[in-house]
């Protein structure tokens, strides 16, 4: 029992790092410019198309990742450029219609440039493979080193965000955009660079997860929703916020959906916990997110309430 | 009943006494056969019927003129939506007003269609999906499977998990009817122990949490039941935890859509199928070799079996000549199953689902460098499925 | 004055295309095409559920992207309470309102804590909460959904079963929902709500608490929204959880706006452009979702009042 617990420890930390990285993009586009970006999902699928193409092209994961990044750059600009800047002064509920648009827009166009058949992407050589934990279980190199990777990133942010002159702007335009622009910012410029960084991110946690799932049109869509998630539980605006709720969405997720059932058992009779369990587990986060917003409605570290 | 409420009903009354508009079967013999196919040609599946079409379209091509009529096909895609498929169903039977529906892949879509296209005479053949229900209690005679009952796949894998002797399975299927279907019908031909019953969210692409409990039990083998994109990434990410050495036994998950994208993980992991490409015989080389030749890939049991379905149609109209309007001497027809198949034996039973011959399979790699399943052992024999005995029929 | 000529206008369209819905089924008769109804009582669906979100949208500028869950409240009340033998229209309607009203109270209750941004990821989170509960829902086929065994009756009688008479149904549900929903416009709590929309600092000031108004204009359009569900699964002889995915809480919102938000026959004339505008897509194309997401963006960017807007901007441009 320890090491399932162990195990889905792990697991949860993996599902975490990589909500963190999809939300830390969502929550700063929400945060500074206000606006509502339901396409960030679908950013996250294109990394992984992506990584699949340059994968394929190049023959090296490695080099794949390499070439994504600056492709998934340009993807964010141009974004950025044709749909998100006309938005930046219309009502939320314009913001919701356009990017619902993309959505549809990028999930067709995405059928139509790769087809339908789920693409894969092989494993980098120097990470396949598992390590022996306690006894007889094993866990991925590669799902290690997405947590790594994931980690990394999160401290990089957290070190930009908090010791650079940019990361002050952008501290400064979450609780205050008014002032930021006042002050004589470009923040024209700081716009696109938020926007475009918070989709270089989201396309990296597409692209590094490739490797352990397939690749299909459907992926940016659950993914999409339990970073709304993760961003109000956390607060708007706020990465660390984004940290912890990824955490802690992806580790009651997980642990849910596995000691749901377990705990159910003491109570219930054995069909009943099951069939209890399994209804209940994937409406926990929300549940979670519920209780939390009735605590704080602007989230575990929001700044302001809308 | 108040005044009030007796002159609404009378009202109704009224409305539903003028004449009704093309509401029953339309007048079949207009000399052209008109085949609706519907079928999950996008999203995450849309590989499978994808296939499925291909596999229709192939015998279509083949046959030319299926029954020897003018045929006219209308392919409509479904996109695994339910409420779509019932929709574009009643479009097929009220506004095209075919003569045979052929499709789905998913159960779930059978149960939106299957009312709306049999209520109204049409006939409709499941090249895939086999619910329970549908083969016992409700069978219909106006419905047809080429495939399988839902079941028999997994019972395959239940015999040969018993005949191996295995004490310890660890079961694992998608949370929906299917699933549950699947392992009840593992169950039904295996009476060891089992590890752990774990059901998955539908789509669920991460089997991490899975895997790991998989790993923490050490049972004597997995069985699962992972369709399509599910299936891949199982099939991957139990390779990459280095769980092979468990055997992994399992139905729709390893096979010709799915091992495009697994390839070499896939290679020496056993299924239970109705069919397998590698089978010799002269319809099997008919259909593998223009299969090939036509889409460059290798078909698997959703083509086989929507090319059955093709020549199923193409045999029942020839013997009745023609005539799409006798229903009843084109259902004895269809019933009597007087075809070819690459799969060797298959005759109906009295709920008009299959009797055929079932096999263990292990994907291998071929010479031409794609990857295809291919037939180890004979499991069952002119295997029967368990709830025709319930049916009226 | 001009305002209260305006609304009369609106009143005359709305009595125009509930008109034309009426001799739907003529036409269909003449073209010997009965799957026209069939269309047509899921446009009327949809029509009821585009009026009920626009209640709380365009008056209470609530933008709920959460609602079909509501469609699918309706939808699995049909079939819940069928499968106990309560086979009734109007019981079917008030287990959905029921249904709806508690859920409503609930989630609205903590998404009304918080606005703009945040209502708009919590509803979509709780209306995502919805659907995952109705997907594990085994006994109902889960994900699978259910295909109901019969329709609704009607006093008894099972005269729903013929789609004229389906739809005539529907067409009085929306006619009774189109003349309660205007009622509640036009009355003090009307304006109540509209005031919050404008104003709520200046409505707390005056004495009105918004929570409660907007609080109470949620639950009435989800128990809206519901009689939609219940419809469509009429229509469609068929319960799923499809009824409420986010991407139909989209369309929900597309519908509205394309209508021209604050305006119920807009609403209404919305989901009928928006539902003729995919058929005839998905016509020209199998990639017509495209089409459609570009449709989206221009008329965001282009015409950001809908068909009534860009209508209203041509007549002024031809005085």
């Known amino acids: 029992m320890t090491n399932l617990f162990i195990l889905q420890l792990l697991n949860g930390a993996q599902l975490g790092v990589l909500l963190f990285l999809i939300a830390a993009g969502l929550t700063l586009v929400f945060g500074i410019m206000d606006v509502i970006n339901l396409a960030h999902g679908v950013l996250y699928m294109i990394g992984a198309y992506l990584i699949a193409t340059f994968a394929a092209l190049t023959g090296s994961f490695w080099l794949g990742l390499l070439l994504m990044l600056p492709a998934a750059l340009v993807v964010g600009l141009v974004i950025e450029r044709l749909v998100i800047r006309p938005l930046y002064a219309r009502s939320h509920l314009d913001q919701v219609l356009a990017t619902f648009g993309l959505v549809m827009i990028v999930n067709e166009g995405v059928k139509i440039l790769w087809g339908t058949t789920p693409l894969s992407v092989p494993l980098p050589a120097l990470l396949s493979g598992s390590i022996p934990l306690i006894g007889p279980l094993q866990y991925p190199v590669y799902r290690l080193a997405i947590i790594a990777a994931g980690l990394a990133v999160a401290a990089g942010l957290y070190v930009v965000v908090n010791h650079t002159r940019i990361g002050m702007l952008l501290r400064a335009g979450a609780t205050n955009r008014d002032m930021v622009s006042a002050l004589g910012v470009n923040i024209r410029k700081l716009f696109s660079l938020v926007f475009a960084l918070g989709a270089v991110l989201a396309c990296f946690a597409g692209a590094i997860v490739a490797p352990i799932l397939s690749v299909d049109t459907g992926m940016g869509e659950s993914v999409l929703i339990l970073t709304f998630v993760v961003v109000v539980i956390g607060g708007i605006g706020s990465i660390r916020g984004a940290f912890l709720g990824a955490l802690l969405v992806a580790i009651v997720d997980t642990l849910g959906k596995t000691f749901g059932p377990i705990l159910l058992h003491y109570i219930m009779e054995p069909a009943a916990a099951g069939q209890t369990g399994r209804m209940l587990a994937p409406m926990l986060v929300y549940i979670l997110m519920a209780a939390i917003l009735f605590a704080r409605p602007q989230g575990l570290f929001g700044q302001r309430a809308s | 009943m108040t005044t009030k409420t007796k002159l609404l009903a009378s009202t109704f009354a009224a409305l539903a006494a003028l004449p009704a508009a093309a509401q029953d079967l339309p007048s079949a013999n207009d000399g052209v056969l008109k085949i609706g196919l519907i079928y999950t040609l996008s999203g995450p599946a849309g590989a499978l019927g994808t296939q499925a079409r291909d596999g229709f379209m192939l015998a279509v091509n083949q046959i030319k003129e299926i029954g020897g009529m003018p045929t006219e096909i209308i392919i409509v895609d479904d996109e695994q939506r339910p409420d779509l498929a019932a929709d574009k169903a009643r479009e097929l039977v009220a506004r095209d007003q075919v003569d045979f529906v052929v499709g789905p892949i998913f159960s779930n879509i059978l149960g939106a269609i299957h009312k709306p296209v049999t209520e109204t005479g049409t006939i409709l053949i499941s090249t895939n999906a086999g619910t329970s229900g549908y083969a016992g209690a409700e069978c219909n005679e106006n419905f047809f499977v080429t495939s399988y009952q839902n079941d028999q796949n997994h019972e395959v894998m239940g015999a040969y998990a018993q005949k191996q002797g295995y004490q310890n399975v660890f079961l694992m299927a998608p949370n929906y009817q299917a699933g549950k279907d699947s392992l009840n019908g593992f169950k039904h031909s295996y009476t060891g122990g089992v590890a752990g019953e774990v059901f998955t969210e539908l789509g669920q692409l991460d089997f991490s949490s899975e895997l790991a409990q998989i790993a923490a039990f050490q049972p004597d083998a997995l069985f699962t039941f992972m369709p399509g994109g599910m299936g891949v990434n199982l099939v991957k990410q139990y390779s990459q935890a280095g769980l092979t050495s468990i055997p992994f036994l399992s139905a729709f998950t390893v096979d010709e859509t799915t091992l495009p994208a697994t390839q070499d993980a896939a290679v020496g992991l056993m299924g239970g199928a109705n069919w397998a490409p590698d089978m010799d015989n002269a319809a099997n080389k008919t259909f593998v070799d223009g299969y090939l030749a036509a889409y460059d890939a290798v078909p698997g049991t959703y083509a086989m079996q929507a090319y059955d379905a093709a020549q199923l149609i193409d045999s029942a109209v020839r013997s009745v000549g023609g005539d799409l309007t006798d229903r009843a001497a084109l259902k004895a027809a269809l019933h009597k199953a007087d075809f070819a198949s690459p799969r060797g034996d298959f005759s109906f039973g009295n709920n008009n689902f299959p009797i055929q011959d079932f096999y263990l399979v292990k994907a291998e790699k071929r010479a031409d460098g794609k990857y295809q399943t291919a037939i180890v052992e004979k499991i069952f024999d002119d295997y029967k499925d368990n709830y025709a005995d319930q049916c009226p029929l | ?319």
């Open chain 3, 1 to 319: 004055m001009k305002g209260i000529q305006h609304i009369s206008a609106r009143i005359w369209l709305s009595l125009l295309i509930f008109a034309g819905f009426a001799t739907l089924p003529l036409i269909a008769m003449a073209t010997d095409d009965p799957f026209l109804l069939l269309i047509g009582t899921r446009i009327l669906a949809y029509a009821i559920a585009a009026m009920a979100l626009d209640l709380i949208l365009g008056y209470g500028a609530m933008v709920s992207f959460g609602h079909a869950a509501y469609l699918g409240f309706g939808a699995y009340a049909v079939a819940i309470l069928n499968s106990y033998g309560v086979t009734d229209l109007g019981l079917h309607i008030l287990g959905a309102v029921a249904l709806s009203a508690i859920f409503a109270l609930l989630t609205g209750a903590i998404s009304l804590r918080t606005s703009g941004v945040y209502f708009i990821m919590i509803t979509l989170a709780f209306g995502q909460m919805a659907y995952f509960f109705f997907v594990s829902l085994s006994a109902y086929g889960g994900d699978d959904g259910t295909p109901l065994q019969a329709r609704s009756t009607l006093f008894g009688s099972d005269a729903l079963e013929n789609d004229r008479v389906m739809f005539y149904t529907a067409l009085a549900l929306l006619i009774i929902l189109f003349a309660g929903a205007t009622r509640i416009v036009g009355s003090r709590f009307g304006r109540v709500l509209i005031g919050t929309r404008e104003n709520p600092v200046r409505m707390e000031a005056i004495g009105l608490a918004p929570f409660r108004y907007q609080l109470t204009a949620f639950v009435i359009s989800g128990c809206m929204t519901s009689v939609a569900g219940v419809i469509l699964a009429n229509q469609a002889e068929f319960v799923s959880p499809a009824f409420m995915s986010w991407h139909r809480s989209g369309e929900l919102i597309v519908m509205v706006v394309l209508g021209g938000i604050g305006n119920l026959t807009g609403a209404i004339g919305g989901a009928v452009v928006a539902l003729l505008l995919e058929d005839w897509l998905a016509v020209l194309t199998e990639h017509w979702r495209l089409l459609f997401g570009v449709f989206l963006i221009l008329m965001v960017l282009y015409s950001p009042h809908g068909i009534t807007g860009a209508l209203e901007r041509f007549k002024g441009g031809r005085k």
